[in-house]
């Protein structure tokens, strides 16, 4: 039997050598030895670590990645010497990670970091003094993030792998370029190994790029091998050569106009930007080539040094990156600088030599967000060679065995501020040449038509097993060619776009063409809705939580992958299940076009009648112009939390479709910008949106006469005219819900219907004050009777300041007869007993007292302020009202003596009801304690002073000079309740009450 004892040393010596393990993570001390140990065991999975700390920091890079292999530096280490090839052979990603308060350096010699596996994060390092590149990165999704790369002899970081992150790292003081993305400058060979490498799809972001080229600083293109080293002399070397033939051509063409498309109007926009070239270096058209690299070399002189940043590739990104709230260490810049290099601090070289044994234009897609490009010297800012030609994204080879369709896309635009588009390239004249690799050797295997949609096909019958595939774009009008794609092997039941279709099933008829009916296989979501294909074809990722949850879809089946709004309603089906910003945009990367949302007709009528002109929540088209209708690549969702059904029109059955009620096609339920408290949206998820019992759809403009008529109401406010009472509860009154004052009688609803909502400055609508009201019968109010104790007075009239309170000089207007003296409010306010609505008497005949003769208005007969339906002695004579009658006339002078100051007889029989009522001394209402209270009538203890004037039917308190105690007479109302007692000598001058107003 062998002994155990030989393999558990070897592991333990190895954990000694790597150092401790700590949660799973790898400490690595020591050195390059206990760096590579450390790498070593993680390789075999044995730093696995799930801390959350990892899945907050990298989350954003690695989504749903739960756990890593994690190699830290808990202290200070300088490694010099070499470091074996970084690889990680592990599904998970590979960290290595220096502590916040450590510093550990990298000064390999001659050989700096190589990271040529996938999944490798580099966090927290310096890598310094290096004779060669600083970092170089050949392998696919890696990251170097807050780390510093300085004073290294070549270049700060060189990446030819795809889809590499650099975030939030300072690159500074190296010899050559501080990142070099893609080939490099010099010409390779056909059947070169390195040819295939691109550095497609790398994003720098928040990072410092500065005083990069110190190397070639003063050095001139014009060296003999210069151009060679200089990838920004080599570019200008190739354009001047090129626009030399293109100057020594005599096509047969007339200038200066040509039709789209044809090869004579290529001729001449190239042309033109060859003779802005000559102008600049002071050249004749007739000039030679090697005379013209010469004046173009002397012409720019930011071509003598290298670049902070130099792209040869395709899908460059260079943004911005927020970085999340738990990397608590992170000192983010929050924006790229890339200042002070010796040459241009971006240089985009759209013209490299790798494509298959030809000369070659590299694509430009450089996204520069939020970066500063600052400089000291003349030399700086962003520069971009000319002649762009595109390059083939997403290649893709189907099939196993004998046939192998190949198809791929090319990145084509109409927009002129994009280098390639439809005005400078001739989508005739252009083809895809595939290639394929056996491994003895590259061969032609066909080629393919590019489209007008820039997508292309190639059958390739026996092709064999193991074969990988390469293509190259050929415009064949002047033999340029792109960039090379990376290799693809052919594999079946691919899902290149990784949307959850396999490849066979979006191209159902193999035939590399994305025809009627079929999604697109290089395409995650091919009718750009904010849903993956995969997602509304086969019910899954969001769509099938939902489903798991039990979402009530209306009819799941309707999802369409080729329909952007499914169920017609004008919301995007990714924007109603809440598609986010950043998934939106995510989506938008990886799109091998940038889509270009279209909005119908119908749907834009729903933003012109709310006079909405851009959209707040697009992903914008052309980002040199607003977002309008016709400017949008995608919508996102405002709210990702709140979602619609992207399979019924109208998600919440109140007839109105869910594009009406949210108008903006946000996502979001908006409020009133000014204040931010009115909604100004009704709720598609909510039948009734502002619960005032009526369904948002009976509300709103229905007879389309594009203002809200008195019967109508809005469908996001509760209370559309704001008297008090609710929408739901006018209707079923029969008042209008529109209309403050259904009935004109100058009360508002709200008032009549006993709802407490206490005016506001400067608005006629509201409902009773915070201490409701003092009418005698509240309950007899009616908002559609203008004169609701039909006395002949309308409620306003009597209530003349509308606030449901009876003060001074108002009557009652739920009572016939408010001070009981047997007359009722409009007799006494028009002197009219007969009922012809004309006074029965002449004016001008009463004597009312001193300065009353004749009084100005029949209303008020003694001039003392309280009109005669509120003054229990009219004529101020000393005799009640109700003592004088109705209509009497002792003296025979045409005026009835309850009007006549010279009448004093009190000894006539009453004529009809009582003493007491609601006087002018009510006192007035106080604070509100809320809108929508119904309010009950108002207890309020008063006092008859009979005798008229204005000191009468007032609170206890308002004449206290006339009697001895207040305490006395309240004891006397609770002993006797409302028995008379006579005053005096027998003769009745008075009757006193004390009643209690319920």
Same mark, same amino acid.
């Given at each position: ?643 619609? %059904? ?6 919440? @059955? &109140? =007839?109105?479709? #869910?594009?009406? +009620? /949210?108008? $903006?096609? *946000? !996502? ?113 109010? %009616? ?6 104790? @039909? &006395? =002949?007075?309308? #409620?306003?009239? +009597? /209530?003349? $300041?509308? *606030? !449901? ?194």
């Amino acid at each position: 039997m062998k002994r155990p004892f030989p393999s558990i040393f070897v592991f333990v010596f190895a954990l000694l050598a790597a150092g401790r393990v700590f949660a799973s993570e790898c400490m690595a001390t020591g050195g390059a030895g206990g760096l590579n140990a450390a790498l070593a065991l993680a390789n075999g999975n044995g730093c696995v670590t799930d801390a959350v700390r990892y899945r907050n920091r990298y989350g954003e890079f690695f989504p749903g990645t739960a756990s890593f292999n994690v190699v830290k530096f808990a202290s200070s280490d300088d490694i010099s010497a070499a470091v074996h090839a970084i690889e990680n052979s592990s599904e998970m990603p590979l960290v290595i990670i220096a502590d916040p308060a450590a510093v550990v350096r990298f000064s390999a010699g001659s050989g700096g970091i190589d990271i040529k596996g996938k999944r490798i994060i580099l966090d927290h390092v310096t890598v310094e003094g290096t004779a060669g590149d600083g970092i170089r990165i050949s392998g696919e999704r890696n990251l170097v993030i807050r780390s510093r790369i300085v004073s290294n002899g070549a270049n700060g970081v060189r990446v030819t792998g795809r889809d590499n992150r650099i975030v939030d790292t300072e690159i500074a003081s190296n010899g050559v370029n501080g990142v070099s993305v893609g080939g490099d400058s010099a010409g390779q060979s056909c059947g070169s190994a390195t040819q295939n490498v691109s550095g497609r799809g790398t994003v720098i972001s928040n990072s410092h790029i500065h005083d990069n080229g110190s190397r070639l600083s003063g050095t001139s293109c014009s060296d003999a091998d210069e151009w060679e080293r200089i990838p920004s002399c080599w570019s200008l070397k190739m354009e001047a050569e090129q626009c030399a033939e293109l100057f020594a051509r005599e096509p047969d063409c007339e200038e200066p106009f040509v039709p789209m498309g044809d090869p004579c109007g290529y001729f001449w926009r190239s042309v033109g930007r060859c003779r802005d070239l000559w102008s600049k270096a002071g050249l004749n058209e007739d000039a030679s080539s090697s005379d013209a690299v010469a004046a173009v070399f002397d012409a720019y002189p930011y071509a003598h040094g290298a670049a902070g940043v130099f792209i040869d590739a395709y899908g460059v990104k260079i943004t911005s990156w927020e970085p999340p709230a738990e990397a608590v260490d992170a000192a983010p810049l929050f924006k790229n600088l890339i200042a002070n290099n010796s040459g241009r601090d971006v240089f985009v070289n759209t013209m490299a030599p790798v494509a298959i044994c030809k000369e070659a234009e590299e694509p430009f897609d450089v996204n520069l967000l939020q970066t500063a490009l600052v400089t000291g010297t003349p030399v700086g800012g962003l520069f971009v060679s000319r002649f762009p030609l595109p390059s083939i994204v997403q290649l893709s080879a189907d099939g196993a065995g004998a046939d192998v369709t190949v198809t791929g896309n090319v990145m084509i635009s109409s927009e002129t501020w994009f280098p390639w588009n439809l005005s400078t390239i001739n989508m005739n004249a252009l083809r895809a040449d595939l290639y394929a690799d056996s491994g003895s050797g590259m061969f032609f295997a066909g080629q393919g038509e590019v489209d007008s949609g820039g997508r292309f096909s190639v059958r390739v019958t026996n092709a064999g097993a193991g074969i990988t595939f390469v293509a190259a774009l050929v415009d064949t009008e002047h033999g340029n060619t792109s960039p090379v794609t990376g290799s693809r092997q052919a594999t079946p039941g691919g899902d290149d776009d990784e949307d959850g279709i396999l490849n066979e099933k979006e191209d159902a008829n193999h035939n590399g063409r994305v025809d009627a009916g079929e999604t697109d296989p290089i395409d995650p979501d091919t009718d750009a809705d904010g849903l993956l294909d995969g997602e509304e074809s086969l019910h899954t990722g969001r769509v099938g939580i939902l489903l798991s949850q039990n979402y009530p879809f209306a009819d799941v089946t309707k999802l369409d992958p080729l329909n952007p709004d499914s169920d017609g309603d004008c919301l995007p089906d990714g924007l109603e299940l809440g598609a986010s910003e950043a998934e939106v945009k995510a989506l938008v990367a990886r799109k091998p076009q940038k889509p270009r949302y279209t909005i119908s007709l119908r749907c834009q009528a729903i933003l012109t009648d709310h006079t909405i002109t851009e959209m707040a929540n697009a992903l914008i088209y052309d980002a040199t112009l607003p977002a309008t209708f016709d400017n949008i690549a995608m919508l996102f969702d405002a709210d990702p939390a709140t979602t619609t %059904d992207p399979t019924s029109v109208d998600t919440d @059955s &109140d =007839g109105v479709r #869910d594009g009406n +009620e /949210d108008f $903006n096609f *946000n !996502g979001k339920r908006d409020t009133d910008g000014a204040s931010g408290s009115e909604w100004v949206e009704s709720d598609p998820t909510l039948s009734d949106a502002d619960g005032d019992g009526i369904i948002d759809g009976e509300e709103g403009d229905k007879d389309g006469d594009g203002i809200l008529g008195p019967d109508e109401s809005d469908a996001h406010m509760a209370d559309t005219d704001g008297d008090g009472v609710s929408d739901g509860q006018e209707k079923r009154l029969g008042t209008y819900p529109n209309a403050c004052d259904s009935d004109e009688d100058g009360l508002s609803d709200g008032v009549e219907a006993g709802v407490i909502k206490p005016s506001q400055a400067g608005n006629s609508c509201h409902g009773l004050e915070a201490a409701g009201t003092n009418y005698r019968n509240p309950h007899l109010m %009616d908002p559609l009777n203008p004169d609701s104790d @039909s &006395d =002949g007075l309308m #409620d306003g009239v +009597e /209530d003349a $300041n509308g *606030n !449901g309170w009876i003060e001074a000089a108002e009557s009652d207007p739920s009572v016939l007869d408010t001070d009981r003296d047997g007359l009722e409010d409009g007799v006494e306010a028009r002197g009219d007993f007969d009922g012809d609505r004309i006074p029965d008497f002449d004016l001008r005949l009463i004597t009312g007292g001193p300065k009353c003769h004749p009084p100005p208005d029949i209303a008020d007969i003694d001039c003392d302020g309280v009109p005669n339906a509120i003054d229990v002695d009219s004529d101020d004579d000393g005799c009640p009202d109700v003592k004088e009658g109705g209509w009497q006339d002792q003296n025979v002078n045409t005026v009835p003596d309850v009007y006549d100051n010279e009448a004093k007889d009190c000894t006539q029989g009453e004529g009809g009801g009582s003493f007491g009522g609601i006087g002018g001394g009510g006192t007035s209402p106080s604070e509100s304690p809320g809108e929508g209270d119904t309010a009950a009538t108002t207890p309020l203890w008063l006092f008859d002073r009979s005798g008229g004037g204005a000191c009468q039917l007032v609170k206890e308190t308002g004449c206290d000079k006339y009697y001895t105690t207040t305490i006395l007479l309240l004891c006397v109302c609770l002993l006797i309740g409302f028995r008379r007692f006579s005053v005096g000598g027998g003769h009745e001058r008075s009757h006193q009450r004390l009643f209690f107003l319920s």
